[in-house]
């Protein structure tokens, strides 16, 4: 059982920055596709972020693109999004999310773990 934590979420004025972070329990970390979603009040959970098993490899939604910047450090099992430029459209729960099955994935269906989300909200 892969146990999966975020945090780093807030409040901030459209413009600025945060960074999410996301801690493992699994003891092979480096094993998993790493990804972010975000879940927006009355809208399905979209695709944001994801980044391949060595982080080597990563993809971006459209509406993030240029702004957002997924990483990984296997040594001490994190991930991180790093979200400049916010805008209040990025409002949402964010969600980090585990595959054991695949290296690099955009799709939910590819992610086995889930944590329990982190809300950033973005003001105008």
């Known amino acids: 059982q892969v146990q999966l934590v975020e945090s780093g979420g807030g409040l901030v004025q459209a413009g600025g920055s945060l960074r999410l972070s996301c801690t493992t329990s699994?003891?092979?970390?480096?094993?998993?596709?790493m990804g972010w979603f975000r879940q927006a009040p009355g809208k399905e959970r979209e695709f944001v972020a994801a980044?391949?098993?060595?982080?080597?490899?990563?993809f971006y939604a459209d509406s993030v693109k240029g702004r957002f910047t997924i990483s990984r450090d296997n040594i001490v099992n994190l991930v991180y999004l790093q979200m400049n430029s916010l805008k209040p459209e990025d409002t949402a729960v964010y969600y980090c999310?585990?595959?054991?099955?695949?290296?690099?994935?955009?799709?939910?269906?590819?992610?086995?773990?889930w944590g329990q989300g982190t809300q950033v909200t973005v003001s105008s």
């Open positions: 980044i391949s098993r060595s982080g080597s490899s990563t």
């Open positions: 699994g003891r092979t970390f480096s094993s998993y596709g």
């Open positions: 999310a585990a595959s054991t099955i695949v290296a690099i994935s955009i799709t939910r269906r590819a992610y086995d773990y």
